[in-house]
């Protein structure tokens, strides 16, 4: 009789044991998705540029130029450029800076005249881009909406033989344009990749039409440096109270890209 009153609570406690297992095992955790951060690129580039078209002022005929990246590098008295990227989750800001200072002086004529020419330029730019649903691997390709800012001072100092046919003219235009475009990035492997711009605007807003065109290569030296190495054109064809610039730019641009 007592070994029959002994069994029953060691059956008891046999019984509890499985379910006491069950409410101290650890329960599945759900996998959470790591939230999206920003990620930034600062860099600093040069680009070897020469502009070639028409340029008026001052209500004349627009006279044509043809100055090569050479001929630019040479008469360079100062440059500034950069630019800096903001990425989170498939948006994107890009923001561009370009100040530029060339000038060049000598004789003119057969008649002891000096002529002393200086041009500072300015184009700053910023856009806003989402990434587009492609799904494909290792693309991302943005649409883009953003403006275009010009800035332009000509100084130009003629001191001729004669003090009458002498004179100094300073002018400044200025104009901000909307553009609409394309911006792309593409990772050949974890060191490669492609970079690639463009985009169209000005629609009588600022300019009659300006459009930019850009592609580099580019390499990862570290997960914070990268270099690239490409070609970069900007067309702007501009006309208003006397002043003409329907040009184009284009050379070799080289760049430094810090990644954080």
């Known amino acids: 009789m ?17 379910a006491a297992a069950a409410d ?12 999206e951060a920003w990620r930034f690129q600062a860099t600093l580039y040069g680009w070897a540029a020469g502009v070639s078209g028409d340029v008026g002022v001052l209500g004349l005929p627009p006279k044509s130029i043809d100055i090569t990246p050479w001929d ?3 008469n360079l008295q ?4 950069g630019s800096f990227l903001a990425e989170y989750g498939n948006w994107m800001i890009l923001t561009d800076l370009m100040w530029v200072k060339v000038g060049s002086d000598g004789p003119i004529g057969s008649n002891g005249g000096q002529i002393d020419f200086v041009q500072k330029q300015l184009t700053a730019s910023g856009l806003v881009g989402y ?3 492609l799904d494909i691997p290792n693309l991302q390709l943005s649409a883009t909406a953003g403006f275009r800012y ?7 100092d003629f001191d001729a033989a004669d003090p009458r046919f002498s004179f100094d003219v300073d002018r ?3 104009w901000i344009d909307p553009t609409v475009g394309l911006s792309l990035h593409y990772d050949f492997n974890d060191r490669w990749f492609l970079n690639a711009l463009g985009d169209i605007g000005g629609f009588d807003v600022g300019s009659n039409l300006t459009a930019q065109g850009f592609a580099a290569v580019g390499y990862n030296w570290t997960k914070t440096i990268s270099t690239a190495l490409g070609y970069r054109v900007i067309y702007t064809d501009y006309e208003k109270d006397g002043f003409v610039y329907d040009t184009t730019q284009q050379g070799v641009f080289t760049s ?5």
């Not at 955790?29 to 939230?35: D, F, G, R």
């Not at 100062?78 to 450029?81: D, E, H, K, S």
């Open 172 to 174: 400044t235009k200025q």
């Open 24 to 35: 101290l095992a650890p329960q599945p955790v759900e996998n959470v998705a790591p939230a």
């Open 2 to 18: 007592r070994a029959s009153c002994l069994h029953v609570p060691l059956l008891l406690a046999a019984m509890a044991a499985p």
């Open 256 to 260: 430094l890209g810090v990644h954080f």
């Open 150 to 156: 010009q800035h332009l001072n000509v100084d130009l």
């Open 131 to 133: 990434r587009l649903p």
């Open 78 to 81: 100062g440059a500034v450029m």
């Open 72 to 74: 630019a590098l040479e």
